[in-house]
């Protein structure tokens, strides 16, 4: 029931930019906080950022000031800006959300891949 729905990943050179969007369905959008998160081959998934129902963000401190975390209630859809890219944002990106403080929903994830 639950879904989460990704895409705007792709390959870009460092410097450049794109944003990712997840479309969600099957609960209540607009009270529940949304993040992404990432993961590169061989380390640990980790937190990029994350959006309150009050639209207020939080970010990992390897991406301020480069990433922009938003999101559209009317469209149920939360989007991450991602601006100048360097080699080591190169993992593949995934929506999430965690429902009733317990059970933690996830996208298929999306690739980005940043060339030097």
């Known amino acids: 029931q639950v879904q989460l729905v990704e895409s705007g990943g792709g390959l870009v050179q460092a410097g450049g930019s794109l944003r990712l969007s997840c479309a969600a369905s099957?609960?209540?959008?607009?009270?529940?906080?949304m993040g992404w998160y990432r993961q590169a081959p061989g380390k640990q998934r980790e937190l990029v950022a994350t959006i309150t129902s009050a639209a207020d963000p939080n970010y990992a401190d390897s991406v301020k000031g480069r990433f922009t975390i938003s999101r559209n209630n009317a469209k149920n859809t939360v989007y991450l800006q991602m601006n100048s890219l360097k080699p080591e944002d190169t993992a593949v990106y995934y929506c999430?959300?965690?429902?009733?403080?317990?059970?933690?929903?996830w996208g298929q994830g999306t690739q980005v891949t940043v060339s030097s």
């Open positions: 099957g609960f209540i959008f607009s009270i529940n906080t």
């Open positions: 999430n959300v965690r429902l009733y403080a317990l059970t933690d929903y």
